[in-house]
């Protein structure tokens, strides 16, 4: 799997995810667990990029990164390598 952590609280980096792809979103509080899902559809573009996630424990969502920390796993390619990362810094 390939790892693409992001920690968006200190300076802006765009990375958009594609339809298949794992999120985790990890918690602003302590105590609190990090959240996972898989992206079901991208919606927007650019700096307006939002998804469509159904998060592990089976409902569905509109995801909108903001702040906090979260890490993109790539889904696999039909040959089992997982797809290069695109990353765009602002």
Sequence with gaps: MLFIPIDVSREVT???????????LESER??????EGEILEVLGAG???????RWEDGHE???F????S????RKATKAGA???PTSRRR
């Design 82 to 84: 997982p797809k290069a």
């Design 30 to 35: 302590i105590g609190h667990q990090a959240r």
């Design 47 to 53: 700096e307006g990029v939002h998804y469509r996630v």
């Design 70 to 73: 979260i890490t993109i796993i």
């Design 65 to 68: 990164p903001s702040g906090g």
């Design 14 to 24: 765009m990375v958009e995810a594609r339809v298949g792809d794992r999120v985790i």
């Design 61 to 63: 969502s509109t995801f």
